[in-house]
């Protein structure tokens, strides 16, 4: 797969953005700046809710993208919460470059709106 799928699922207390396809070196990039477009369109505060589960690989390049992001949200004050599989590979890079200190990970998007909205 050559680019991140974005779907834009808007709910009542968030917007949910679903992601499939592998984050890597490649795909980062052009999936930081159509997250961030998507994003700038909202009126803050808003919660966005990062579904991860359909990405199969997240490698040093989309960590740093999901933090980037992440950090331009609360700089907007836009709160982010990621969604993945406690036991993925997403998951696992999450934390070994400490973003799950920074940023709210659950395992389900509606726990998360629940959670953080």
Same mark, same amino acid.
């Given at each position: 797969m050559s680019d991140v799928d974005i779907t834009a699922v808007p709910t009542r207390d968030a917007l949910v953005l679903r992601l499939?396809?592998? $984050?890597d070196?490649?795909?980062?990039p052009s999936c930081r700046t159509s997250l961030s477009a998507v994003v700038a369109e909202l009126p803050p505060p *808003? $919660?966005?809710v990062l579904?991860?589960?359909d990405v199969p690989f997240c490698g040093a390049a989309g960590a740093r993208a999901l933090a980037e992001f *992440?950090?331009?949200c609360y700089g907007r004050a836009v709160r982010v919460c990621l969604v993945a599989q406690p036991d993925s590979a997403v998951a696992r890079i999450i934390d070994l470059v400490g973003l799950r200190d920074r940023v709210p990970v659950v395992g389900d998007p509606e726990?998360?709106?629940?959670r953080y909205a």
């Open positions: 499939t396809g592998e $984050l070196a490649v795909t980062s *808003s $919660l966005v579904d991860l589960r *992440s950090a331009d726990l998360a709106t629940r």
